[in-house]
């Protein structure tokens, strides 16, 4: 087996228009990979620290680099424990979440391509299970972000995405035809009554002058003038509640809105009357555990109730989750932990206590990685999140999957 020759990392831009790193591996007999790192608008406060870029990439080219030189790119756990020995730190501050990651998952890369296997196939045997290219590959439904709002777009409408998920048992290539129609079908729907079609970070359309009602019922006059609602298509919600808590209190200010725990809760009960809503993620700030606790009991046997800045792909935050019953699914962002090993240390934990699995992309994203969809595919994620229908960053995930579903359904 060849080693590991030289890692040298220089920046790229990302879909918002800021740098990032991305990481060249080089081995021994020649092969290289380059593997970007993506970043997130709404991020958790206990995500790994991301280092400003020109840090990261001195971090990377000399120190990380000089550690790994020679040793075995396919030792996974050995590589991920010495990034992780070599930083000391809970939450990545010394060599950075964005260093870190960069290598974690580009020699995840590297090595699969070495053993001439599939990226999900290599991951999955990491994992700790077999899964290969073949008819009986289980794909995760994809959750379309099809309308922005929160720090995903500049229209002063507090809750962050509001999606459309298509029925689990339909098909991925049928599911996939559905998200882009129903994209369409409310980009014309905007259009009939003089709004604005232009997109936030994540490729949904941000019309101002946007309620949480409003939003959704355009949503759902879209989706049930093709598709059966509440059969065929659901609908759900990324709240990012973090984004409009002041002094204790939930601000949704095109309401004129301020609402304590138990008046945010009844909000959410006619919303979740009114809409076929499967879905909310991070309803509650993610300290506030009583607003979680009383959500988690009032709606869990209705909903997925997501979380992400709660849990932060971390195997740590997601047990006090579990052990105070706070949701039924989780957010899976190996940017938030910082390597592959805890990734999959998180989702086996997860999927343990019966949580539902959602990979998802970042805010910033790049055009150039497609990691997450191997990803899920490698662990039967039940759902990946990539925003949506439009734009290179964002279908480079959704194609990815569909060129793997077109070899292996036919």
Do not use: C
């Not at 990261?56 to 120190?63: E, K, L, P, Y």
């Not at 002058?209 to 990324?238: H, N």
């Not at 984004?243 to 009844?266: P, R």
């Not at 662990?379 to 959704?398: C, D, H, L, T």
């Amino acid at each position: 087996m060849p080693k590991i020759e030289e890692i040298k990392a220089h920046k790229i831009v990302n879909s918002r228009g800021t740098w990032t790193v991305d990481t060249r591996i080089t081995l021994s007999d020649g092969l290289f990979v380059e593997h970007p790192v993506p970043g997130g608008a709404s991020r958790g406060e206990n995500e790994a620290v991301y280092l400003p870029v020109e840090k990261s990439i001195n971090v990377i080219s000399t120190v990380i680099n000089d550690a790994l030189h020679g040793l075995d790119p396919t030792n996974q756990k050995q590589i991920d424990s010495i990034l992780l020995e070599m930083d000391g730190t809970k939450n990545k501050e010394n060599l950075g979440g964005n260093s870190i990651l960069s290598v974690s998952l580009g020699l995840a890369r590297l090595s699969a391509m070495h053993q001439r296997k599939e990226l999900f196939e290599y991951i999955s045997e990491l994992y700790g299970r077999r899964i290969e290219k073949t008819p009986d590959l289980k794909f995760p439904t994809p959750i379309f972000n099809i309308l922005n709002g929160g720090k995903h777009a500049q229209n002063n409408l507090s809750f962050q995405e509001f999606m459309v998920i298509p029925a689990p048992n339909k098909p991925f290539l049928q599911q996939m035809e559905m998200g882009v129609n129903m994209y369409i079908k409310l980009k014309d729907n905007l259009l009939k009554e003089k709004y604005s079609i232009g997109v936030g970070d994540e490729g949904g359309f941000a019309p101002k002058g946007f309620t949480t009602k409003k939003a959704l019922d355009f949503i759902k006059r879209s989706a049930e003038s093709m598709y059966k609602l509440g059969e065929d298509v659901f609908l759900g919600m990324d709240v990012a509640a973090e984004s409009f808590i002041e002094h204790h209190k939930y601000k949704i200010s095109e309401e004129d809105l301020e609402m304590d725990i138990g008046e945010f809760t009844e909000y959410y009960a006619k919303i979740i009357s009114e809409f076929p809503l499967i879905y909310i993620e991070d309803p509650f700030y993610e300290k506030d555990y009583d607003g979680w606790e009383i959500f988690f009991k009032k709606f869990s046997n209705k909903l997925m109730v997501v979380a992400d800045d709660l849990v932060v792909t971390n195997p740590i935050y997601l047990k006090k989750a579990i052990d105070m019953k706070l949701a039924n699914a989780v957010i899976v962002k190996p940017n938030q932990v910082g390597t592959l090993s805890e990734t999959l240390d998180f989702i086996r934990m997860a999927k343990g206590n019966n949580m539902q699995i959602i990979v998802s992309h970042r805010s910033g994203d790049t055009a150039e990685d497609s990691f997450i969809a191997d990803l899920a595919l490698a662990v039967e994620a039940e759902f990946i999140k990539s925003g949506a229908p439009v734009r290179g960053e964002r279908v480079v995930k959704y194609n990815r999957l569909l060129d793997i579903y077109s070899e292996v359904k036919g």
